[in-house]
Every structure is written in C-alpha cells, then in structure tokens.
C-alpha cells in the first residue's frame, strides 16, 4: 500500500466516487478535477480531511489543494480511479472563460514539473561552470546542457501530445505534429510550398502546434467516421498528418508565431512602460490569482516568452513574494501564544521557503484578512525589489529556494545570484518586520468571577450595504462562504445594482473585477462585500467601482454599481455576503432575524459585539 493510498481513496470517494471525475490534472500544489456533478462533492469533509489544505470551485474546476506533494496522491488517485486518460468524452456545461482556463491547464500542467526540473538543471549547470568546478567548454557541461535544453527545443513535441488528450485526440498524432515542426531540415531555411517560400522555425514554441492541433482534431473525426474500420488505424492519422502538417507549416504556423510575437511585445509593454510599477502590481496581485487559481495564465505568458528566447520580468515579480509571506508567518509563529495557530503556522512557514504558501494563505492569511491584505502589500515591495535589480525569468525552474536558477542570467550567473539572494533577503525582512508589528494575538474575554467581561468600544453595527431580501450563509451555493471559513455574516439578495458603505470607515481592499469591496470601520471591524457567486469571472463587466482602495467613506456612500439583470442574464447568481472576516475579535456575532423577508439600507443588519 502506498504512503498516500488511503488518502487518494478518500478523496475519490468525497469527490462523488470514480464515476463523477470526468477529467483530472495537476499543478504544483493543486488537483484540478472536472466533475459531472460538484454537488456530490463533499466540501467540508474533505476540508477536514487530513493532508488536505482547502478546497476550491474556480475556472470550471474543483479544486483540492494538497501541497507538495500533489504529485504523489495524483498517482495514487489515477490509479484507484483507473483514470487511464486526462480526458473525458463526457462534457459539462462551462462558460467560455471556464473552458478556456480548463484547456490551458490540461496542456500546459502535465508538463510544468518536467520544464522546472529542466530549468533547475540549466541553472545548476550555470552556477558549477562559474565557479569553476567545470568549464562551459567540458564534456559535462555540455551533456547537461543539453539534457535542460531538451525540452525547450523539442517543446512542440510535449505540448502536442498534451493538447491531444485534453481535446480526446489521439495524442501520438499531436506528438508526431509537433515532431515534424521541430524537423531540422525544415526549420529556419528557405522551403518552396505551393508557390511560396517558407522560412519558419517552430523549434521552442507554443501556440502553433496548439493551433495545428485544434485544426486537425475535426479532420479525425471526419476520416474515422468515413474510413472502414479495418484501415483507419493507419489511413486516418495518414490523411490527418498529410492535410493539417503542410497548412500548419505554411499558414497556421507563421500566424501563431506573429500571435506569439505580439503577446510577448504587450506583456513587455507594460513591464518598459514602468518596471518598478510594474512589478509592485503583479506582486501585489499574485497571491489574489492564486486564491482564485487563476495564475496559470502569469505562467503561460511567462512560457510563452522563454520558448521565443525572450527573457520574462512579468513572472520574476512574483518569484520573492513567497518569501515576504514566509516571513510574516514565520514572525507569527515566533509571536503568538495561541496554541492552535502556532501547530498552523509552522509547517506553514517551513512549506513556504519551498514555494509553497497555500496552507499560510488558507489557513492563516485569508481568515485574518487584514494580514491578507498586509501580505499583499508586502508581496508588492518585493514585485518591485525584483524589478529594481532587474531580474527576469530565463528559463522554467521550481518554487521558492528552487525558483532561484530561473533568475540567472546565462551571461552573468553570478551578478543574477547574488541579486535573487538581496531580493530573497529583503521580501524575508519586510514580511517579517511588518508582521512582527502589526500582529497581535486575539484578545482573551476578561472572567470576573464566574462575569464574562466584554469590551463594549468593539461593539459595531453593520448597516444593509444593499436593498434586497435576506438569505442565510448557510444556504449559499458556495460551501467557502456557506460555512463561515471566510467569516461569519449574512447574505442579501439585491432588488437593485447599488452597494453603499455599512458604516463610516476605509476601503482597505477593492477587487480589480470590482465584484468584491473590503472595508474597516473607525474602530476595526473588517467587512467584505462580495456580489455575486462566481462573479470573478465577468473580469469587471457589469460593475463600476466609485471609490478606490484607501478611500474614506461615510455610511451609505455609493461604493459600486452594478447590472443586475445583466448579471444574472449571464446565468450567475446574484446572491451577495456581508462578511465580518475578522470574527475572531469578536465575542458574538449577532445577525438580524433571518426569517425577514426584505431590508434596504442603512437598515441594521448585523451587530458585533
């Protein structure tokens, strides 16, 4: 029996048993299941399982965050389930930017570990040739060179066979397309096709044989409809390879690598436009992608440049932002006194050097959302750090101390080195000094005789920020916010598309979808307003924010507006939060009866003592 066995029958079964996975995939931290049904997923109980950090419904998945050891229980679980195939004929109904999301993680996740190890190997290579334990002119230099380089070049092979099994293809008919794009005679020399001269190199790219691919996925189906079947195990991949390849080669090809070319100018726009800037943002921003586990597409972009042998900034501002948060929960493990948060936050912060903070952003960051916000600040600066000394992604490495290798600069190893190991340093610093200040351990009731002692200064009142008719949390669509992991409050189901503050405070957090506002009375209760289920993915269509992040409010200033028939025309629910994400400074939380039918605002809606 395998180390993870148990653990992998467990979430089979929580998940809806072997039957509900349509489809399954893996990154670094996370499964990513495609279930036919989510709600015979069990939420809470896998929550509660051991080995497993959260989990998450985002872009069309249902995700378990386990760690890292993800890829060990992936096994265990393939195996169990006979999950054979990353792919399923049987579909569910997702949006356009679910499906979307979907397809980048079932081509490009297979083959992260495998770039990673690759870049490390490049970077180790590196640093050993300048120190002098070889030179660049060695046999063993050489060998390993080409070893880390390998599926660089030979890219379009990997990611071929990839995009065939996410798309139910025969994957060796997309291996041997992107082998033949990566066919030497045929790259970057002139080839006379149909009257015109071709001079291509698909060798170290990504989107053509993508493109290719998706093109020639029809053509099978067409030939093995038509063709007997006595012969279409070889006519078919034939008559595919001999149509979708030579349009590929001359049509297909040169378009995605314009595309390509195009994508990597706009991300390097907006790094040109102002690095430091640039960096602070993307910083400050990563761990909110993560939450939504939506910073694939920060990597594919990042992949994308390397594969056209240019080097990427956008993805090196968030390498150190995992430091900044490993020192915040480490100076709350050495600070605190709480028991309970102290068992959290050491394997937390001991994970977190290793790149992975899932379990510090679940399990300590998100319910205190004022040090989530804290940790994105901090991720901010060390953005910017990174910015500042210029360091940019030169190759796929691994995460944390391993991200390190992708920094070095094949030109000066050692500048890039001890550059990363400033940055590492001072994204360490921040994160812990800032947190060594502001955290504070959650103030004890004061017990006179047998008198429980509360300190009325911290009673808050919480005005409706909506006008519409009340719901439990409980009775939310979203297990996240239905039991309180995110804090406790109420639900308001809006007659109208306008959001006003509940008390007078401060916007501490406004989403850039504007589907969600953060904000902090005078006296220190945090409140999120979050419109909407799923609502992340309009990407902001529909909202308009009126105030900004630090923004002084009064009760019942307009924050956003909103379409709410739009809205709920797309088919999400409009069913809206109102939660204290720092319940734990409060004694009781105290909702109005839940049984009221309607509220409007300014009406009370929930006190906190």
């Known amino acids: ?113 495998i770039l990673c190890a690759c870049g490390m190997l490049k970077g180790l290579n590196s640093i050993l040739s300048y120190l002098g334990v070889y030179s660049n002119t060695d046999g063993i230099y050489t060998l390993l060179n080409a070893i880390g380089d390998s599926i660089f070049f030979f890219f379009p092979v990997v990611i071929g066979y990839n995009t065939a099994k996410k798309i139910n293809m025969n994957p060796f008919l997309g291996l041997i397309i992107g082998a033949s794009l990566c066919y030497p005679t045929i790259n970057g020399v002139d080839v006379t096709l149909f009257g015109n001269v071709i001079n291509a190199t698909y060798t170290s790219t990504l989107l053509p044989v993508i493109l290719i691919v998706v093109m020639a996925k029809p053509l099978e189906s067409f030939f093995n409809k038509v063709i007997p079947d006595m012969v279409k195990t070889f006519i078919t991949p034939l008559l595919v390879l001999l149509i979708s390849v030579p349009i590929g080669f001359v049509v297909i090809g040169p378009l995605a690598n314009m595309l390509s070319n195009a994508i990597s100018d706009a991300v390097l726009s907006v790094y040109e436009l102002n690095p430091i800037v640039a960096g602070f943002l993307v910083g400050g921003l990563w761990q909110v992608l993560i939450v939504f586990g939506i910073h694939i597409v920060l990597v594919v972009l990042c992949i994308t440049n390397i594969m056209s042998g240019i080097p990427d900034p956008i993805l090196a501002f968030t390498t150190f932002v995992t430091f900044s948060t490993t020192g915040m929960i480490f100076a709350m493990w050495l600070k605190t006194k709480d028991k309970s948060l102290k068992q959290v936050a050491l394997p937390a912060w001991i994970s977190g050097f290793f790149g992975v903070t899932e379990p510090a952003i679940y399990g300590i960051l998100l319910p205190r959302m004022k040090h989530f916000v804290i940790s994105c600040f901090c991720g901010a600066f060390a953005g910017a750090a990174t910015a500042m000394l210029g360091l940019k992604y030169h190759t796929m490495a691994g995460m944390g101390l391993f991200e390190i290798p992708a920094l070095l600069d094949p030109a000066q190893p050692g500048k890039s080195l001890v550059n990363s190991i400033i940055v590492a340093s001072i994204s360490f610093i921040i994160g812990f000094i800032v947190s060594l200040i502001t955290y504070k351990d959650e103030e004890s009731n004061q017990v ?16 409706s920020p909506l006008n519409g008719e009340i719901k439990a949390l409980e009775k939310l669509s979203d297990a996240a916010f239905a039991n309180g992991a995110l804090g406790q409050g109420i639900a308001v189901i809006p007659s109208e598309g306008k959001v006003t503050a509940p008390f007078d405070g401060t916007i501490v957090l406004l989403f850039p979808t504007k589907h969600a506002v953060g904000l902090m009375s005078d006296n220190g209760c945090e409140v999120l307003i979050h419109i909407g289920m799923d609502t992340v993915q309009l990407d902001g269509k529909y909202f308009e924010a009126h105030v900004k992040q630090g923004d002084k409010v009064k009760k019942g200033d307009l924050l956003i507006s909103f379409d709410k028939d739009a809205i709920l025309n797309e088919g999400y629910s409009l069913d809206t939060p109102v939660l204290i994400t720092n319940t734990k400074d409060y004694l009781e939380i105290i909702s109005i009866d839940h049984d009221k039918s309607s509220i409007h605002c300014g009406e009370d809606l929930i006190v906190v003592l």
Not at 60 to 81: D, L, R, S, T, W
Not at 448 to 463: F, P
């Open 1 to 113: 029996m395998g180390k993870y066995d148990l653990l992998a029958k467990d979430i089979i079964k929580k998940v809806g048993g072997k039957n509900n996975i349509l489809s399954l995939v893996h990154c670094v931290t996370r499964l990513r299941f495609n279930l036919k049904d989510e709600s015979l997923a069990k939420d809470e109980s896998l929550k509660e399982t051991e080995g497993i950090i959260t989990v998450m419904h985002s872009s069309g998945q249902y995700q378990v965050v386990i760690g890292n050891h993800v890829p060990q229980v992936f096994a265990e679980i393939c195996k169990e389930a006979n999950i054979s195939s990353e792919v399923s004929s049987e579909k569910k109904k997702m949006s356009f930017r679910e499906k979307s999301m979907d397809l980048i993680s079932g081509i490009m996740m297979p083959a992260i570990g």
């Open 448 to 463: 006179e005789g047998n008198v429980t002692v509360t300190d009325n200064s911290k009673k808050q009142v919480i005005t």
